[in-house]
């Protein structure tokens, strides 16, 4: 079943759970192209991943703070605005830590209204930010 998962990823290009771990571990700032449902649209986002776990609903799901890409909160000029987002992994294509001009991955520190007591949208969350 492993060697399935791996060539799955491959083939469409899918994130693993590994990549993640990692982004959130490590504090990342990320990139990724979500195929979103019908009222927001898919895009590209950059966000910063603060946990992994499953949803409610029992998707593979990762909480993240959305800084751009498309949004269903907009100012009044329709722009997007940073926010809280849970994202199902099922979704995520594309998924890659964003660099700085260094050369060194970007990453970030607290975001606001950050919980670190876990997250009513999951059921369990495996991973979790340590700031």
């Known amino acids: 079943m492993k060697l399935y998962n791996v060539i799955s990823t491959l083939i469409f290009e899918q994130v693993s759970n590994n990549e993640i771990?990692?982004?959130?571990?490590?504090?990342?700032?990320?990139?990724?192209?979500?195929?979103?449902d019908v009222s927001v649209g898919p895009g590209k986002r950059v966000i910063y991943p603060v946990a992994l776990g499953d949803s409610l609903r029992n998707n593979k799901v990762v909480r993240a703070y959305q800084v751009s890409g498309p949004?269903?909160?907009?100012?009044?000029?329709?722009?997007?605005?940073?926010?809280?987002?849970?994202?199902?992994?099922?979704r995520i294509g594309n998924f890659k830590p964003v660099k700085g001009d260094d050369s060194l991955f970007s990453t970030f520190e607290?975001?606001?209204?950050?919980?670190?007591?876990g997250d009513k949208s999951m059921n369990r969350v495996?991973?979790?930010?340590?700031f």
Do not use: M, Q, T
């Open 21 to 36: 771990v990692d982004a959130i571990k490590n504090k990342r700032v990320c990139e990724l192209e979500y195929e979103d």
């Open 71 to 90: 949004s269903l909160k907009v100012n009044e000029e329709g722009i997007p605005l940073p926010g809280w987002r849970l994202f199902r992994v099922d």
């Open 110 to 117: 607290r975001p606001p209204l950050y919980n670190p007591f």
């Open 126 to 130: 495996l991973v979790n930010s340590k």
